[in-house]
């Protein structure tokens, strides 16, 4: 997810599908994580106790890229995977 600032990771909390009018949108209400300093070894890191942005309502086909956030109910680790658009 990308903002003025910078690029940020996130979670998606819902997926809606609307159609209105013969016209379908796939949405994803989501919550965007204040970035950290990444590790030594690089790996990005998120204060998921800190949103930057939370309960905002983008379009699937913008989210760049798949993240899983690692580790316990807190994690603040996230792992980037390559991510194919579908048509």
Known sequence: MSY????FYGEV????????????LRLALITVYTN??????????????????????IEVSS?????????GPNPTYVLPTPHKRSV
Do not use: C, Q, W
């Open 4 to 7: 003025s600032n910078g690029s």
């Open 36 to 57: 950290l300093p990444p590790s030594p070894m690089g790996v990005i890191k998120i204060n998921h106790n800190k949103p930057y942005k939370a309960d905002r309502i």
């Open 63 to 71: 989210i760049e890229r798949k993240v899983m956030l690692v580790g």
């Open 13 to 24: 909390n819902k997926f809606l599908k609307v159609t209105v009018a013969n016209t379908t």
